[in-house]
């Protein structure tokens, strides 16, 4: 049994956590025959009877398993020295100590992605694809006329999955990675099995919430997930932002009560974090989910990320592997002072794209149309999707990125100087504020710029974290084989 919170007391004369929800949830959130009828819908024992709400049901959320994309090789020169990171007076100017690169920008709004032009007003909408707006930090290789990114309800039979061309695996190392890879890669029964549980619980909660939706989001969806991966789902309940300290954690009360009587969920646990989250576990499937209320910016950056996944063809496999390598030496867990997943997947994109012929683009610079903060949240899906494939000049193989992402990291970047920004594809000079500056890793969001690796808060962690990226890179690039710092057989997945 959980232990009780002070934040709800249970006490004779004191408020309960159900009616706290319906005394302080904002007010122009719900009205307060809204507030009273959540309430008496909570309060029915079989949750089988029609909600009393009078508002329309939103359609439910349709999703299809991704397909299988074909690994298809770019060509060009291989790599040459790093580009300065181009930390100028102009760019220390251009610094502010609000980590935020977005200030509120007014009410949402709905809107098709256009075209960026550089001069004259010209817009092209999506159907006619986005074009990008070529960053000066890359010199552009060739792009395909067909959007790169598998639509989320196309099926997965309709692409058949090859292996990366010879150039790219020349090497064991290289093959070892992708073997790895190959293994461990969600698969589309694993998607499905996810999706299930997303469906059935949306239907369940629109009986305490009959507008909301559910959204799976994170690695499950953004192209970076393994068969083992955990599933991170987003209830949304309203347009605007909800108070993560107060509602968010009332609404997830009230989820809670309503998943101990669902009987394919066990184990609902609340967990009260800067963005509170409960805990759960599908019962059929075995997968692990955490629920949040309204984080928003966690949907934007999966269509973000999945659009990355899927631009380059070696990108999804490097990333999988360093995961792997990350968890295997215990610097992948940010409730324990480490990184994320996310920052983790952040720091891959910022090397990738800072080499001197980067291997992938700079998103939000080329199509900013196609990632506006502002968008629509029901459209993000769709924003992406027909970004063409990117065709790098970069040719080093997978064993050499892996190589120099360790390298980079272990030697070049200045940890105490710099932010990691991948919105900016460059590192930024750390700004002199309370947020930034006494931190030991800095690593930018892309759409509300706050600090991913605000967890590596202890020295030690981060000695942990720089000695496991020198160690790693010193030992691989004499042994030049994967075991030597990651055992394979003990990162595949277990049957």
């Not at 892309?446 to 967890?455: L, Q």
């Amino acid at each position: 049994m959980l232990p009780r919170s002070p934040a709800f007391p249970h006490k004779h004369g004191q408020t309960r956590p159900d009616t706290l929800f319906t005394q302080r949830l904002l007010p122009h959130a719900f009205s307060q025959q809204q507030r009273i009828e959540s309430h008496l819908n909570l309060t029915n024992t079989n949750f089988h009877n029609k909600p009393l709400n009078v508002f329309p049901i939103l359609p439910t959320y349709q999703w299809n398993p991704a397909p299988n994309i074909s690994f298809t090789s770019p060509t060009g020169s291989r790599n040459r020295k790093r580009k300065n990171d181009g930390n100028s007076q102009d760019d220390l100017k251009r610094q502010r100590c609000s980590p935020h690169p977005y200030k509120q920008m007014g009410k949402t709004f709905r809107f098709s992605p256009v075209r960026r032009v550089e001069q004259g007003s010209t817009r092209v909408s999506v159907g006619e694809g986005c074009s990008p707006v070529r960053s000066p930090l890359h010199s552009p290789g060739t792009s395909n006329s067909v959007g790169c990114v598998p639509s989320l309800r196309e099926d997965s039979c309709h692409n058949a999955n090859s292996s990366l061309p010879p150039s790219l695996i020349k090497d064991k190392l290289s093959q070892q990675i992708l073997e790895l890879f190959l293994a461990c890669e969600q698969q589309s029964e694993d998607l499905e099995r996810k999706e299930s549980c997303r469906a059935q619980l949306q239907r369940d909660i629109q009986r305490l919430f009959p507008c909301a939706r559910v959204f799976l989001a994170g690695s499950s969806l953004n192209g970076f997930g393994s068969r083992s991966s955990d599933a991170d789902l987003c209830l949304v309940v309203q347009d605007g932002p909800v108070n993560q300290r107060t509602d968010a954690v009332c609404i997830l009360s009230l989820v809670q009560k309503l998943l101990y009587k669902l009987s394919y969920i066990e184990r609902p646990q609340l967990i009260r974090a800067k963005v509170p989250i409960l805990k759960f576990r599908d019962r059929i499937s075995g997968v692990e989910f955490d629920l949040n209320v309204n984080n928003i910016v966690g949907i934007r950056n999966t269509f973000l990320l999945r659009t990355y996944a899927y631009i380059e063809k070696r990108v999804r496999p490097i990333i999988l592997v360093i995961k792997k390598w990350a968890s295997y030496h215990r610097i992948n867990d940010a409730s324990r002072g480490t990184l994320s997943s996310y920052t983790l997947v952040l720091m891959v994109l910022h090397y990738l794209q800072t080499l001197p012929e980067p291997v992938i683009p700079c998103l939000q610079k080329d199509y900013p149309e196609c990632f506006s903060p502002v968008m629509d949240i029901h459209l993000v899906p769709d924003g992406p999707k027909n970004i063409p494939s990117f065709v790098s000049k970069n040719q080093s193989s997978l064993g050499d990125l892996l190589l120099g992402f360790l390298k980079y990291f272990a030697t070049v970047f200045r940890w105490d100087k710099c932010v990691i920004s991948v919105r900016e594809a460059k590192a930024l000079p750390k700004p002199n504020c309370r947020e930034w500056k006494d931190k030991f890793i800095c690593v930018e969001e892309p759409f509300d710029g706050s600090n991913t690796a605000r967890a590596v808060h202890e020295k030690m962690k981060f000695d942990d974290i720089k000695a496991q990226f020198t160690e790693s890179w010193q030992v691989l690039q004499v042994r030049k084989d994967l075991n030597y710092i990651l055992p394979i057989r003990e990162a595949r997945p277990k049957r």
